[in-house]
């Protein structure tokens, strides 16, 4: 999760999350290149003294700074897209989590096994334990296995909410009436932290998402017993 201070992205905790930091970050090295080459420009301006007095235009130089931005973008493009592409792809999952959207809680259904259905409240803060995260801690924890392929199905039974998981890469908008689907792969165990991120109504902030990523057979123990209970 995000602590003290902690100004960029959380440590990605799947491999699309690794591939958007990434990303993220060489698209902020050509932010940063053009920054400083508009500001040295910007500032040198205030330097100049108008030597070409009969000077009224330049066909080389206009089109030399049309094409260049032009190549550059596609630097931005072409990665944006191949990583767009790869965030929509679905790799053959191993088990579906369905997650349901509520005014100001989230509930989910394991449907691979007989339907296992739980809803998932914030703790609150007169509630919370001492090493209990304030307004992030959950009653009902997801538990999900780790190094396989997780479809997650995201909908709403009331208005529009997300369910947004930072260190796995995932934001789906839960929407009623739609069904939404994206996967992703856990590939170390954990726990993981996440927030409705659609403006729901007045305890929005209040509808944390907790994920407990365990090895597969401490899953299997978890679900067998949950099942029988
Ligand atoms: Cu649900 Cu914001």
Redesign the pocket.
Known sequence: MSTWANLGLQDSASPLMEQLIFFHDHALLILVMITVLVGYLMFMLFFNSYINRFLLHGQLIEMIWTILPAIILLFIAMPSLRLLYLLDEINEPSITLKSI?HQ?YWSYEYSDFNNIEFDSYMIPTNELSNDGFRLLDVDNRIVLPMNSQIRILVTAADVI??WTVPALGVKVDGTPGRLNQTNFFINRPGLFYGQ?S???GAN?SF?PIVIESVPVNYFIKWISNTVNL
């Open positions: 959207g100001w909410h997300s409705c659609e403006i729901c929005h509808m």
